[in-house]
C-alpha cells in the first residue's frame, strides 16, 4: 500500500441520486494530521461526500481513497464517524453503549469501559454512565454519541456537523476536544454550514456549494490571498464613484461600508475614483476578510446568510 | 474479525434477556401453561370438597366393592347402606337433616342397564356426573364380563394392536403420537415466527434509527447479520430451555406434590401419557434450528430492505406464506404420513421443521428422510444465507423507498 500522505483523498468524483446530482467532478484532499473543514449551505453534497468516504455509498464515478487505499472495512474502523443522522440504541445504558461501539473495533470491553468512563467524566456526564440512553437529553446522547466515535482512539475523525443541535456552552466543549485530538496528531474533517466554527477551528477548508467545489485551501493562505477582496469605507460626500465595474456589491454595517470586489479587481481604481468624485474620503481599509466573505465571494450572493444562517438551500439533497 | 460479530452477539442477547419482555414472557409462559391445567383441575375437584357423604344402597351386591374405589378417587366421599325395608325414607330423612348429601341407589336393573338413581338436594356438576355414571357402567360391564370368563381389565382399558411389520423399511418407527405431533408442528410454526420476526424488527430498528451507519463502518454487513441472528437465537434457546425446564420440573415434581396435597387430582397424571420423549424432544430442537436459521435470515433481508414497520409488514408477505403453507398441510401430512405427497413437501427445506417433524412425531417415518431432511435444510441454510446477506448488504444501508423484485435481483447479483 503505497502511503499518498493522504487521509482522505477524492479524485473526479460524482454521484447522483435519480436526476438529482448531489456531488459533481469532486476532487478533494486531506492531508494527515491536518483539521479540515467542509463547508457549504445545508443541501451542497457535504453528507453525500462522507457518505461516499465512509463507503457508506458508492460514487458514480471516481475514486475514493482512505489512507491510500479503497474504503474498507479494516481501514474505516481506523476512522472515527459521527453521522449527520444520530443513532443510538435507546434501551442501552450509556457506558454499555460506548463499550459496544469499542467492542466491534477491536477495544476490549475493560479497556473500552475505562475509556468511556474518563471520556463521561470530562463531559460531566459521570452520573448518567448508567442510565439509559433514552433518558437523556438530546444534547447529552448527542456528547453519548460522540464518546462511541473517539472510544477506539482513532487516526481520522469524521464529524458530520457535529455542533448542530449543542447548545453555545457545550459547542466551546467540543471545539476544545476537536482542537485537543488535532494537537495529539489525529486528522480531522468535519462539515458544517456554521461559517464562524470553520473560522476558529480549520487549517484547511474545502467549500461546496450546489454539488461542486468552489474552494479548496489552507484557511491562512486564503485569508492573505483574498485580502484584497473587502474594503471597508467612511466618507463624507457623494456616492457615485461607488458604481464601478470592481464592485461586487455593497454591505453596510452601520458604521461603515463594506466593498465586496470581484476577483481581481483593482481596489486604487476606486480609491481614485473617489478622490475625484469630491468626496471626503474619511477611510479606506483593506480588512481581512471573513471566511462568510470568501464563500459569498466565490459561490455567488443569495447562496448563504450572514452570520452563518444558511438561506436557498438546494431541496431533495443529501 | 470474529472478535465484533461476538459483540453483537452479546450484545444482542443481553439487551433482549434484560428486558421485561422476556421476563415477562419467559415466566409467564410456564405460568400460564400450568394454570390452564392446573386451575380448571382445582375448580373441578373444588365442587366437591363441602359435599357431604353419599350412601350408596347397593342392591345388588356385587356393584359396591367395584365402585368404592373408583369413586374414592374421584373425590366422592362414599359409604355402603344395607338394603332393607324403609331405607329410602330413613336416608331422606339424613339427608332432610344435612347428615348425608344424598344416596345412591343401585339395584339388578343396574347390572343390565347401567342405570342409577341419585337421590341429591344439590344437583352435582357435569364432570361429577359423568364420573358417577361412566364408574356404574363400567362397574356393571366389569361383572357381566367376569360372568363370561372374559379379561375385563384388559378389554375395557382399550384392548391392543400389536405391529408385525412385512418390510424393512419402517422398522425403526417410533409408536404414534397425534396429539404431539399436531401441537409441536404448531409450536414449531409459533417459535420460528416470533424468533425469525425478532431478527427482522432488530434489523428494522438499526437502520430506521440510523445507528447501522456507524456499526457497518466497523464491520462487514454480512457479520452484523450473522450477529444479530446468533444473539436472537441465543435468546430463544435460553427461553426454550427455561420453558423446558420448568415443564421438566412441573411434571417430575410439581404434579407429584400436587397429587399427594390433594389426591382428589390424581387424574391429572394420565397427562405425562401424552408427554413427548426425550429422542423427539431433540428431533423438535433441531427442526427449531434449522427452521430458524433458515426462517431469520430471510426475515433480516427483509428488514434490510424496508424502511418502517408499514413496508416491512406487507413485505414479509411473501415469508409469511412459507410459514402459512405447511400448517395448512400439516394435517393431511400427519394423517397420511406415507403418501408421495407428504414425503416431497416434508423435504421441501422450508416446509421440513413443521412437516418433516409432524410426520416423525405422527409416526410412518424411515430415518433415512429424517437424515436427508437435515442435509437439504443444511444445503438451503447456505443458500439463503447467500441470497439474503446480498439483499442485506446493499439493503441496509439504502433510504428512500422499498426494493422492487428487479432491484433486488439486481442487489444479489451485484453485491
Known amino acids: 500500500m503505497k502511503d499518498t500522505g493522504f487521509a482522505i483523498r477524492l479524485q473526479g468524483v460524482t454521484k447522483s441520486f435519480g436526476k438529482h446530482t448531489a456531488v459533481e467532478d469532486f476532487d478533494f484532499e486531506v492531508p494527515r494530521g491536518s483539521i479540515c473543514g467542509l463547508l457549504g449551505p445545508n443541501g451542497s453534497g457535504k453528507t453525500t461526500t462522507i457518505r461516499m468516504i465512509m463507503g457508506i455509498l458508492h460514487p458514480d464515478e471516481g ?18 464517524y459521527l453521522p449527520e443522522e444520530r443513532g443510538v440504541y435507546r434501551k442501552m445504558k450509556c457506558i454499555e453503549f460506548v463499550t459496544f461501539l469499542g467492542e466491534i473495533r477491536g477495544v476490549r470491553r475493560a479497556e473500552g469501559k475505562k475509556r468511556g468512563l474518563a471520556w463521561l467524566e470530562r463531559l460531566g456526564l459521570s452520573e448518567w454512565a448508567d442510565k439509559k440512553i433514552e433518558d437523556l437529553s438530546k444534547g447529552m446522547q448527542q456528547k ?28 466551546d466543549v467540543l471545539e476544545e476536544i476537536v482542537r485537543d485530538f488535532h494537537s495529539r496528531g489525529t486528522t480531522i474533517l468535519f462539515s458544517t454550514h456554521l461559517m464562524d466554527q470553520a473560522e476558529r477551528l480549520c487549517e484547511r477548508v474545502c467549500l461546496i456549494s450546489n454539488a461542486k467545489k468552489v474552494l479548496d485551501a489552507n484557511l491562512h493562505e486564503l485569508k492573505a490571498a483574498e485580502r484584497k477582496g473587502v474594503v471597508a469605507v467612511e466618507f463624507v460626500g457623494p456616492d457615485t464613484w461607488l458604481d464601478g465595474p470592481e464592485i461586487d456589491r455593497i454591505e453596510d ?3 461603515e461600508l463594506r466593498l465586496i470586489l470581484r476577483a481581481g479587481a483593482d481596489h486604487q481604481a476606486i480609491l481614485h475614483r473617489g478622490v475625484q468624485s469630491g468626496a471626503e474620503i474619511l477611510r479606506f481599509d483593506l480588512v481581512e476578510p471573513r471566511l462568510h466573505d470568501i464563500f459569498v465571494r466565490h459561490a455567488g450572493a443569495g447562496v448563504v446568510g450572514d452570520a452563518g444562517t444558511p438561506v436557498g438551500a438546494i431541496p431533495g439533497g443529501a | 474479525m470474529l472478535v465484533n460479530v461476538w459483540a453483537v452477539i452479546r450484545r444482542e442477547y443481553l439487551q433482549r434477556v434484560r428486558s421485561k419482555w422476556f421476563v415477562a414472557a419467559t415466566v409467564g409462559g410456564p405460568l400460564f401453561m400450568s394454570a390452564m391445567i392446573v386451575v380448571p383441575a382445582y375448580f373441578a375437584s373444588q365442587g366437591s370438597r363441602d359435599a357431604r357423604e353419599v350412601a350408596v344402597v347397593d342392591g345388588t351386591g356385587v356393584l359396591y366393592e367395584r365402585l368404592a374405589p373408583q369413586l374414592a378417587e374421584a373425590g366422592w366421599d362414599v359409604r355402603e347402606e344395607r338394603w332393607r325395608v324403609n331405607v329410602v325414607t330413613e336416608l331422606r330423612e339424613a339427608a332432610d337433616n344435612n347428615l348425608l348429601g344424598g344416596f345412591l341407589l343401585l339395584d339388578e336393573l343396574t347390572l343390565e342397564t347401567g342405570e342409577g338413581i341419585l337421590y341429591t338436594k344439590d344437583r352435582p356438576s357435569a364432570i361429577r356426573q359423568v364420573t358417577l355414571r361412566s364408574t356404574i357402567s363400567r362397574a ?40 404431539v405431533a399436531y401441537i409441536g408442528a404448531f409450536l414449531l410454526h409459533m417459535v420460528i415466527m416470533l424468533y425469525a420476526v425478532a431478527v427482522m424488527r432488530a434489523t428494522l430498528e438499526e437502520k430506521t434509527n440510523r445507528i447501522v451507519e ?44 400436587l397429587i399427594s ?48 414497520d408499514e413496508e416491512a409488514q406487507q413485505a414479509q408477505w411473501p415469508i409469511m406464506m412459507l410459514l402459512i403453507i405447511p400448517i395448512v398441510m400439516v394435517t393431511n401430512v400427519i394423517g397420511n404420513p406415507s403418501s408421495t405427497m407428504a414425503i416431497t413437501l416434508s423435504l421441501v427445506p422450508l416446509f421440513s421443521p413443521i412437516l418433516m417433524w409432524g410426520r416423525v412425531a405422527g409416526g410412518g417415518v424411515p430415518a433415512w428422510q429424517i437424515g436427508l431432511s437435515f442435509v437439504l435444510m443444511l444445503f438451503a441454510i447456505f443458500a439463503i444465507a447467500w441470497v439474503a446477506g446480498r439483499i442485506y448488504k446493499v439493503g441496509i444501508l439504502m433510504a428512500g423507498k422499498r426494493a422492487t423484485l428487479p432491484e433486488l435481483l439486481r442487489w444479489i447479483r451485484e453485491a
Open chain 2, 261 to 308: 396435597a390433594r389426591p382428589e387430582m390424581a387424574s391429572m397424571a394420565e397427562v405425562i401419557e401424552f408427554l413427548p420423549g426425550f429422542g423427539l424432544l431433540a428431533l423438535f430442537g433441531g427442526y427449531f434450528v434449522f427452521g430458524f436459521f433458515m426462517y431469520s435470515a430471510l426475515y433480516a433481508a427483509v428488514g434490510a430492505m424496508c424502511n418502517s
Open chain 1, 63 to 80: 475514486s475514493v481513497e482512505l489512507f491510500g487505499a479503497n474504503p474498507d472495512v479494516t481501514r474505516r474502523t481506523r476512522v472515527g
Open chain 2, 140 to 179: 356393571a360391564l366389569e361383572y357381566q364380563l367376569e360372568q363370561q370368563g372374559v379379561d375385563a381389565d384388559a378389554m375395557l382399558s382399550g384392548g391392543e394392536l400389536r405391529i408385525e411389520m412385512l418390510s424393512e423399511e419402517g422398522a425403526d418407527i417410533e409408536e404414534p403420537e397425534f396429539l
Open chain 1, 253 to 255: 454595517t452601520g458604521k
Open chain 1, 144 to 171: 453519548i454519541q460522540f464518546v462511541g466515535t473517539v472510544i477506539h482512539e482513532p487516526e481520522l475523525l469524521i464529524l458530520d456537523e457535529p455542533f448542530s443541535g449543542l447548545d453555545p456552552i457545550n459547542q
Open chain 2, 214 to 257: 456507524v456499526i457497518i463502518s466497523s464491520m462487514k454487513p454480512w457479520h452484523l447479520m450473522l450477529g444479530k441472528i446468533l444473539g436472537v437465537g441465543a435468546v430463544s434457546m435460553t427461553q426454550m430451555g427455561i420453558w423446558l425446564l420448568s415443564g421438566v420440573l412441573m411434571f417430575t415434581m410439581g404434579l407429584p406434590m
